[in-house]
């Protein structure tokens, strides 16, 4: 999956018309993200885990919702994306990625072992790069996570009509801390996103509206 998503994001950087391709590539990377959700991980198998995970991360933030590095350095600016669509579609799979290891860390045996990028202060956190969709489309992303079954498979037969190359939107949601009205949510539903220990605290086992988190190491 991961190179799945390698390939869809440098062929959606060849050109307008390949920009869909970019979408591709989000759901790759979450695709990935989540069959590594499935996994007990311990020892050296959580620090593989969270090296790609990173590096997956580092990449979606420099090639996917910035454009492309040029000669030179980096680009800075968010990317200007040229159909809502493809960006919409893009930052709910970004979501779906982050989602699969928020889930991984709730679901985790032994309470110990954490994803190096749901730091708080990471450079690729979720805050940080959820920030880089404008407001309209933040509103749009959050509005999908958020709707009905039915009003999922009422945007999912539109989708087809309107764009037929992207892939549906993520919208099925694991993890307790992106459920309906948790603190992680609602902070990404604020016109300036902070997120902090709290926002990302592991729920208690049975008591979703508290939280708990161990002190974070290196796996």
Not at 22 to 50: C, F, P
Not at 128 to 145: C, D, S
Not at 155 to 178: A, D, H, N, Y
Not at 181 to 208: M, N, V, W, Y
Request: charged share 25%; net charge negative; no cysteine.
């Amino acid at each position: 999956m991961l190179d799945a998503g390698h390939y869809h994001k440098d062929a959606g950087n060849e050109g307008p018309d390949h920009e869909y391709r970019l979408v591709h590539a989000m759901k790759n990377y979450a695709d990935a993200a989540r069959i590594a959700s499935k996994y007990r991980y311990e020892g050296t198998d959580s620090l593989q885990l969270n090296k790609h995970m990173s590096s997956a991360a580092l990449l979606i933030a420099h090639d996917i919702l910035t454009p492309k590095h040029k000669v030179g350095g980096v680009s800075e600016s968010p990317r200007q994306w040229i159909k809502p669509e493809n960006a919409l579609a893009t930052g709910t799979w970004l979501l779906g990625f982050f989602d699969s290891l928020l889930y991984w860390e709730e679901s985790a045996s032994d309470g110990k072992h954490f994803v190096e990028i749901l730091t708080p202060t990471h450079k690729y956190g979720i805050g940080k790069l959820f920030q880089l969709f404008n407001e309209e489309t933040q509103e749009e992303i959050l509005k999908t996570l958020s709707s009905t079954p039915e009003e999922r498979t009422q945007g999912e037969e539109e989708e087809k009509e309107t764009t037929g190359m992207i892939p549906t939107p993520f919208s099925q949601v694991r993890s307790k801390r992106l459920s309906s009205g948790s603190l992680l949510l609602q902070a990404l539903q604020k016109p300036k996103i902070s997120i902090g220990e709290l926002e990302l605290a592991i729920p208690s086992t049975g008591h979703e509206g508290g939280g708990r988190r161990s002190k974070r190491i290196r796996t």
